[in-house]
């Protein structure tokens, strides 16, 4: 089945993020059920400098099954030649990135600096076709540059008539960032402007979500960001199947990762020092994960949220937010060693907040150039 007719359907497809799309993560949730994986967004003049750290952003595991690569830049003659090399080392299709709101690269006319300009972006696509030859190009977008400039119509027209095959919605301005609830309709506009495959992307936590998102909209592929990187097993409930979310049935999953990871930066000391920090931040997103309540309902990915009763001692740990006590955490899972919270050093962080996940006073989550 082509990439075109994956898309066209009720895809599950993991956004490219940064650190969060790291390659045994990719494949940790490949496991659990998502059809689509796509790499972390790479700098198309970065790898043109051949810096060895942008190209292990794009390196595919040998088992994922339908793999793109996201490309940022801001010129044809680069993005042809990114779209040529990505085609070149087997990618499933290769994605231009209209939508990362983070200042560091808007700044240098990327992500979505670009959306005031759609004549510009037909030519950057049309650029990319001819570097990606038979490979299908796609493009990520917002709905605008900000409120009083959402032009998503005319963006999403401009990048179908450069020759995309393709194209996400982020149901946000780049103003928005990821405030504000996701603008489903909005998506569903987006759809109804163009003749290739939408996917729609924004504040999926819950197969719920994915369900609403659907209906409001009309598309039916999705695309699943920081729900993935809060609970990886969204793509498996996605699917109807059973999950065990109980703390060990996440554990278990955390273990499961840290088993990935070993095998790709390696099972000794230079591979465990590698690990680590892509597992401490892991930890600090996974600990955001409120179960569902007794009575069904939940806690939508944009609202306040408070777990003030974890069911035990497990919970409570790995419902901690602090830093301290996820680098603890992640020491016990590299080793294998039982995960016990009374052996919880008192002198790492000596109380727990009150209100652990409070998220009052806080801007929500940003997954950096998540787009």
């Not at 299709?93 to 959306?115: H, K, M, Y």
């Not at 190009?137 to 027209?157: C, P, Y």
């Not at 569903?188 to 939408?198: F, K, N």
Request: charged share 25%; net charge neutral; proline share 8%.
């Amino acid at each position: 089945m082509s990439v075109i007719s994956v898309l066209s359907g009720p895809a599950l497809v993991m956004a490219p993020m940064t650190k969060g799309g790291n390659l045994p993560y990719r494949r940790l949730c490949q496991a659990l059920g998502a059809t689509v994986t796509m790499s972390e967004m790479a700098v198309v003049r970065s790898l043109q400098h051949r810096r060895k750290g942008e190209f292990a952003l794009i390196q595919r595991a040998p088992d994922e099954r339908c793999f793109g690569v996201q490309l940022a830049g801001r010129a044809p003659d680069e993005l042809k030649w990114g779209a040529d090399l990505v085609a070149s080392r087997g990618a499933d299709f290769v994605d231009l990135n209209l939508g990362c709101p983070i200042d560091e690269f808007t700044r240098r006319g990327l992500g979505s600096a670009l959306l005031r300009q759609p004549r510009r972006i037909e030519r950057l696509v049309a650029a990319m076709k001819e570097g990606a030859g038979p490979v299908p190009v796609t493009v990520k977008i917002r709905l605008g540059w900000n409120e009083d400039e959402r032009n998503a119509v005319d963006v999403a027209r401009a990048a179908e008539a450069g020759g995309a095959d393709a194209l996400t919605v982020h149901g946000r301005t780049r103003s928005a960032r990821y405030r504000n609830a996701a603008d489903w309709v909005a998506i569903g506009e987006v759809a109804q402007a163009v003749r290739i495959p939408v996917v729609g992307n924004g504040d999926i936590l819950f197969p719920e979500d994915i369900a609403r998102g659907r209906a409001l909209s009309g598309v039916q592929a999705v695309m699943i960001a920081r729900g993935a990187l809060i609970k990886p097993w969204i793509f498996a409930e996605a699917l109807g199947q059973v999950v065990d979310d109980s703390p060990e049935g996440r554990l278990a999953i955390y273990r499961e990762y840290v088993r990935l990871a070993k095998e790709h930066f390696g099972d000794d000391e230079r591979g465990h020092t590698r690990l680590r920090p892509f597992l401490v931040w892991h930890l600090g997103l996974w600990c955001r994960h409120i179960p569902r309540q007794a009575d069904g309902s939940y806690v939508p990915m944009q609202e306040r949220a408070v777990f003030a009763s974890p069911s035990s001692p497990l919970e409570a740990l790995l419902a901690r937010p602090e830093p301290e006590v996820h680098g603890w955490i992640a020491d016990r899972l590299m080793a294998g060693d039982a995960l016990i919270p009374g052996d919880l050093p008192a002198d790492i962080v000596p109380d727990p907040p009150a209100d652990p996940r409070d998220r009052r006073g806080r801007a929500p989550m940003e997954t950096p150039a998540a787009g």
